[in-house]
């Protein structure tokens, strides 16, 4: 991503607790909405020497609290192959995602191979709905400005959102606005 015109490094957009420069292939997480680097990246550990996992680190989490997240799918999408293109130049790669990582995971592929030429040898997606499914055009007509905390909540749960995590006030909190961001973006995205 790009802030006041530098380069922030691949190294903050990418988290790879485990590099293995041999590695024949590449998967690339995408969290879900309001998740981490750390629980994706850490399956490196489960595969073989030759595939090296990352996961793509947000603005507004873990390391980039002060950075805004993008206004639109599309802004965010573009950045990122931007910032990354090199990266995905350099050997194969394939893309996971869960959530709301799916539908970015989606939209990045998508973007590669149109604008690039480029494409993940495979893309997994999990806990999402197609792109072109009824349920995600339902929340994509969700009024997220006028919403409620108690009805992002509703949603969250609809969605299959842990209960458990949300007995905590600051973890319900931050869960709240990062879920309202990532329909928000959703609402984008086409």
């Not at 458990?164 to 319900?172: A, F, P, S």
């Amino acid at each position: 991503f790009w802030v006041v015109g530098v380069f922030l490094g691949m190294d903050h957009l990418i988290d790879c607790q485990y590099k293995r420069s041999d590695a024949l292939c590449r998967l690339i997480c995408f969290s879900w909405a309001g998740g981490g680097t750390l629980q994706l990246a850490r399956w490196s550990k489960l595969f073989s020497s030759s595939i090296e996992v990352s996961s793509v680190r947000l603005p507004e989490r873990e390391s980039r609290p002060k950075e805004p997240l993008a206004k639109d799918m599309a802004t965010i999408v573009d950045e990122m192959t931007s910032a990354l293109l090199e990266y995905f130049q350099e050997k194969p790669f394939a893309f996971f995602g869960h959530s709301f990582g799916s539908y970015m995971c989606f939209a990045v592929a998508l973007h590669l191979k149109e604008k690039y030429g480029l494409e993940p040898t495979h893309l997994f997606v999990s806990a999402a709905h197609g792109p072109h499914s009824t349920a995600l055009l339902l929340l994509k007509v969700i009024p997220i400005s006028d919403a409620e905390d108690e009805d992002i909540l509703s949603y969250m749960q609809i969605l299959g959102g842990n209960p458990e995590l949300l007995e905590n006030e600051e973890v319900k909190k931050y869960a709240i606005c990062t879920f309202r961001e990532a329909l928000r973006l959703l609402q984008t995205f086409s």
